[in-house]
């Protein structure tokens, strides 16, 4: 049979990707993509059991795919060198439509076509898609001129940005994700070529993306091979400052590389003051409590801070919290303020308020209207020559016009 597809070693490279989609995607150190908040499920496995078999290169793999709801299915390879390989729809096999409980294997028997291993060894990784709606999969992988099988070169962050783009028309729900993995071996004793060194390399905690001369190599715990000579090795995991160490290896040499991993914060610290106390404090429009309010850990990012309280106007600010920052967000809070509406029957009457003049009856409507009074209660006087000085306790209420009626009796 005519070999056609090399499946290579394969791992996650580990990104947070700043997207506006709607779609839920999540990276994870042992996966590829994954949706949250799938309705379904979807399965991938291999013909050799054990939660990473070891494959010789060169040696036959096949791969099967099982989902328990009716489905189009998509296999993919993800390779070192940036290469992606799109396992299934193929040109020998364009029928990925599978019913629910359906076990397919590929290739199927009596295919025209095998799947063969070769180097790089390490982990290796293929990834199961399983979607409701058909796929646009072109941004991940296209059939070339004479190609049997839709290849790209856009890498690990390249999939992973452009899945999301595939993925975001079908709905949360309508799609989901799986990812098998296992090793790749010379055969043999798998014993490196004199030429070679090896390197066993670990991180705490584990989990962590492996880079050899800048080259993604896996995820810790790994092993691997290298060309002696001065190399560099980098170990990078979301949450930890990155590790890097370089070495001088000798031809034949084992050398073991251990990385305890320090965590960054990824939170920082907000407290909460009004002026006046009293004020409900509303983060992204999640109730936080009322001022004062102490510090409290919040992701790093931009968020809309709210403060309301009764008879007052609301301030709004937007706060960025930084990783390892203490921050204080504090508002002046201005009272609403009320109005007046005085009704009397001597034109040219003068009022005041408090002791402090506020203006004129007007003749013929025999109102005057005071705004901009902060709430609270007043003494109001009307006085005018010929007639009784009127005194009388008026309450003003925030966001609202009081209105009073007097009547001045002739001296």
Not at 86 to 94: A, E, G, M, S, V
Not at 167 to 190: F, H, I, K, L
Not at 274 to 291: H, I, L, Q
């Amino acid at each position: 049979m005519k070999r056609i597809l090399t499946i290579l070693a394969v791992v996650t490279v580990l990104a947070t990707l700043v997207n506006a989609f709607a779609q839920g995607v999540r990276f994870e150190p042992r996966a590829i993509v994954v949706n949250p908040a799938p309705s379904f499920g979807v399965t991938v496995f291999l013909d050799k059991s054990g939660e990473a078999p070891t494959y010789r290169v060169g040696e036959e793999i096949r791969i099967s795919v099982r989902v328990d709801r009716d489905a189009f299915v998509y296999l993919y390879s993800l390779q070192p060198d940036g290469t992606v390989t799109q396992i299934l729809p193929n040109r020998f096999d364009d029928e990925n439509y599978l019913r629910s409980g359906q076990t397919r294997t590929y290739p199927p028997s009596g295919a025209g076509y095998v799947f063969n291993v070769e180097p790089p060894t390490g982990l290796s990784k293929v990834v199961a898609v399983a979607s409701t709606r058909e796929l646009d999969t072109r941004e991940l992988a296209r059939f070339q001129s004479g190609q049997n099988f839709a290849t790209s070169d856009i890498g690990e962050r390249g999939f992973q940005s452009a899945f999301r783009i595939v993925v975001n028309p079908v709905p949360q729900s309508g799609w989901v994700t799986a990812t098998t993995y296992y090793e790749v071996s010379r055969g043999g004793n798998s014993q490196p070529t004199p030429a070679e060194a090896t390197l066993a390399i670990d991180s705490d905690p584990r989990g962590a993306d492996v880079y050899l001369d800048g080259r993604f190599q896996g995820t810790t715990p790994l092993r691997a091979t290298s060309q002696p000579g001065r190399r560099t090795v980098r170990i990078e995991l979301d949450g930890y400052r990155t590790f890097e160490t370089t070495l001088r290896l000798s031809p034949g040499e084992s050398r073991r590389v251990s990385a305890d991993l320090e965590r960054v914060p990824t939170t920082g610290t907000l407290r909460f003051e009004s002026n006046p106390d009293g004020a409900d404090v509303f983060v992204d429009g999640r109730f936080e409590g009322t001022t004062p309010i102490a510090a409290r850990e919040f992701q790093s990012g931009t968020y809309q801070v709210t403060f309301e309280r009764s008879g007052y106007t609301s301030e709004r600010r937007n706060v960025t919290v930084r990783r390892g920052e203490s921050q204080t967000v504090s508002v002046r809070l201005s009272p609403l303020l009320g109005a007046l509406r005085v009704n009397a029957n001597v034109g040219g009457a003068q009022v005041f308020l408090d002791g402090r003049a506020v203006g004129q009856i007007r003749s013929g409507s025999g109102v005057l209207e005071v705004e901009s009074l902060e709430p609270g209660e007043y003494q109001l006087t009307l006085v005018a020559p010929g007639y009784e000085t009127v005194v009388v306790g008026v309450s003003v209420r925030a966001g609202e016009t009081s209105e009073v009626r007097l009547r001045q009796q002739p001296l």
